[in-house]
């Protein structure tokens, strides 16, 4: 505590100085030999001052640290901030200025079970002005398929969240059944709170993670290894290496060897969520969007109207949140969006001429039976890992 006082003191005897030599700047420049004091005074503060920033320096830095580089501490800010680009790399001429993210905060019935009916319908209403400019025009606004948002297109392009690569993507299809997840849904990091977002990038520092730097398989095993043996003080089973390679390839959908940051970072919250939160917190992420379509998927899979499904319908149901995907089904006139089973007149849903709604039924009486509410629970995860736009499965469904 001494020392914190001293500090103290001597940052304010070199505010004093600072104050002093600016008042009488001017007039002093007039008078020579006290023009030499102020200057004697004026050295005596650069050294103060140096001194007292050295020292503040080394108490933040600790003994032996090594200085992160400018770019990194930029990086763990955009981490933190839930930004996924830094506004500097874009071209600033006619451009708006990004958004500030606002965390959520727990709230203290949010362990309670939220009430979802299965009969009661939701009215979805998307919002009628766009989110960044706030005014209507006759333009064609793009609705997030999650959310109440919409969005102009040239608005998006100055934002900078569309870029060439992604425009000709969100322009087909922001208005079918696929959707398109505006840049709010589509950042599964924004739904951590502050809390939960220092512990994640506590995990990633601890295991020598930069951010916005792409993981490859050895990356990526390395990394859950060092996971596993910091919460449980042992090695990795062969069994959990197994299904994090198979979590790798399904973050890799286009084989290209490594994982997008992006898409690491969209796991590595959706699996901290799990953890973290119950069942009944993460149900009240889910928007009436989300709800609505996993209405129709419980109402598709129960044929017979009793209110219970199989437990191997509820597995076919995890699969199905990802079904928007496919992009070789973009030509068919299938609800692609639509995360309950394709319905059984669609092109996709018969093989040799069989539906599969129709072969599950027969063996349902010998499987659990799975209720509207727990479908809800045991599906939740995986709704809100299908949020991102990129083809990358966000959390591998289990067979």
């Known amino acids: 505590m001494g020392v914190l006082m001293s500090r103290r003191q001597t940052v304010e005897r070199v505010q004093k100085v600072s104050l002093a030599v600016s008042a009488f700047k001017d007039g002093l420049r007039e008078q020579p030999s006290t023009r030499r004091r102020a200057e004697a005074g004026t050295a005596r503060q650069g050294t103060l001052e140096q001194e007292v920033q050295e020292g503040e320096e080394e108490a933040l830095a600790g003994p032996s640290q090594p200085e992160e580089s400018s770019a990194s501490k930029a990086a763990w800010e955009r981490l933190r901030d839930g930004r996924g680009v830094e506004p500097e790399e874009f071209e600033r001429a006619n451009r708006f200025t990004p958004p500030a993210f606002i965390r959520p905060k727990r709230e203290l019935h949010d362990d309670e079970p939220p009430d979802i009916s299965l009969e009661q319908r939701e009215q979805i209403l998307n919002d009628e002005m766009c989110e960044i400019c706030e005014v209507w025009t006759a333009e064609s606004l793009f609705p997030c398929r999650i959310c109440h948002r919409v969005y102009h297109d040239g608005c998006l392009r100055r934002m900078g969240y569309l870029q060439k690569d992604s425009a000709v993507e969100v322009t087909e299809t922001a208005h079918t059944e696929t959707g398109w997840s505006c840049y709010y849904c589509d ?157 059984e007149g669609s092109p996709a849903s018969s093989r040799n001429g069989k539906s599969p709604e129709k072969i599950l039924p027969a063996t349902k009486q010998e499987e659990i039976s799975i209720d509207w509410p727990r479908f809800l629970r045991e599906n939740v995860a995986y709704i809100l890992a299908a949020r991102p736009n990129s083809a990358a499965l966000h959390l591998q469904p289990l067979a």
């Open 187 to 343: 950042n599964l990091n924004l739904l951590l709170t502050e809390e939960e977002m220092y512990s994640l990038m506590e995990t990633l520092r601890n295991c020598k993670i930069i951010p916005g730097v792409c993981l490859t398989l050895d990356d990526f095993l390395h990394y859950k290894h060092q996971v596993h043996k910091q919460q449980f003080e042992r090695t990795m089973p062969e069994a959990q290496e197994e299904q994090a390679a198979l979590q790798f390839n399904a973050l890799d959908p286009d084989k290209k060897g490594h994982i997008e940051w992006q898409d690491f970072l969209s796991h590595e919250s959706i699996q901290l969520l799990q953890k973290i939160r119950p069942q009944n917190a993460l149900l009240r992420l889910l928007t009436p969007k989300e709800r609505e379509r996993a209405r129709a998927a419980f109402l598709a899979l129960d044929q017979d109207n009793d209110g219970f499904i199989g437990e191997g319908e509820c597995r076919q149901a995890r699969h199905t949140w990802f079904r928007k995907h496919q992009k070789e089904m973009l030509s068919c006139n299938v609800s692609i969006s639509h995360v309950g089973p394709i319905s």
